[in-house]
């Protein structure tokens, strides 16, 4: 298991690393950049902008300027804003916004928990019935609608339709007002979880319809063993093997893919910061955001890896891996 881990560590490093050098490539490739941002256009003027791009280190080749910002990573430092929040540290600008995103990914993976299991495993108890049939209907429907398409139909619900002042966006700290709190992130918290939680429950009942042939279920039916214990205790926790893997795939795309969610309902989260610092070509504040969002894919894949071991023992000893 130690060596299993250390593996794993290693290539989620080498993920990390190869990762932050596409980003970085990819940010400065692309048309414009901070000197385009911070120079107003009747102050251009090309000896501004040669001092410019000295003074930020953008007139050095390509592999010294990433070699530069890699070794201030490793020491901590990720740079700071040039444009939006000029001077400022983007690490901790970083990791304020994300508090906001984990919060709303946190509040959408339990609503889609929540939605999944029992739909699931009804499903898959009721196969072919009236039951499965509309669940099936509800999961395809989730699946199929589009996050913006569902927010602004909320919005126009909620916020228009029942003059809801939460129903149109914003956020209030939890601190201030757990209610307000809960209410404001609610409704894009179900954005976010219905497709994933459609995703689930999917997975779910064909696990669970796979686990109800196997041998062991089989006999503990000819047993007598109670239907309730045979599906807690034998066909969920065999279909959870592969269900992790969809509610680990859920996590991390809930972290690193409310980019939407956020604009729309004007939540404060690290999505709208990306799309804010794209927009005024703030490349530090971006390519800390895109990193550390994958770093955070990568954590959640690796903790997804170990649950396997705990669900299935032999996973843990499998040689090989």
């Known amino acids: 298991m130690r060596a299993y881990l250390l593996k794993r560590l290693l290539f989620g490093t080498l993920t990390l690393l190869i990762a932050s050098f596409l980003i970085f490539l990819l940010l400065r490739i692309v048309p414009g950049g901070p000197v385009d941002a911070l120079i107003e256009e009747e102050w251009d003027d090309p000896v501004l902008r040669a001092q410019l791009r000295h003074e930020l280190g953008l007139d050095l080749p390509l592999h010294l300027q990433y070699v530069r910002w890699l070794g201030k990573v490793l020491r901590g430092d990720l740079g700071v804003s040039l444009v939006l929040y000029q001077g400022e540290p983007v690490g901790r600008i970083v990791l304020a916004r994300l508090g906001v995103t984990a919060q709303l990914a946190l509040l959408a993976l339990g609503i889609a928990l929540a939605v999944a299991f029992p739909a699931g495993i009804v499903s898959a108890l009721w196969r072919d019935r009236l039951p ?33 002042s939460w129903g149109v966006g914003g956020y209030v700290p939890f601190g201030e007002d757990p209610w ?23 997975m779910l009942r064909a696990s669970m319809l796979e686990a109800a042939r196997r041998e062991f279920v ?104």
């Open 218 to 321: 089989l006999t503990a039916k000819a047993m007598g063993i109670p239907r309730a214990e045979i599906v807690i205790r034998d066909m969920l926790r065999t279909a959870m093997i592969p269900v992790v893997t969809v509610i680990g795939n859920s996590a991390g795309a809930l972290l690193d893919g409310a980019v939407i969610t956020e604009v729309l309902f004007r939540l404060p989260g690290l999505g709208s910061l990306l799309v804010q610092g794209v927009y005024a070509r703030d490349l530090p504040l971006v390519q800390a955001a895109v990193v550390i969002a994958v770093g955070i894919r990568i954590a959640v894949n690796l903790i997804v890896d170990l649950t396997y071991g705990f669900l299935d023992p032999r996973i843990r000893y499998a040689p090989g891996r």
């Open 132 to 164: 499965d049939h509309l669940f099936r209907l509800l999961a395809l429907g989730g699946v199929s609608t589009p996050n913006f398409f569902l927010g602004i139909a909320l919005i126009i619900a909620f916020g228009i339709g029942l003059g809801r």
């Open 180 to 202: 307000g709190w809960l209410l404001h992130l609610l409704l894009p918290a179900v954005v976010l979880g219905t497709d994933h939680a459609a995703t689930i429950s999917r």
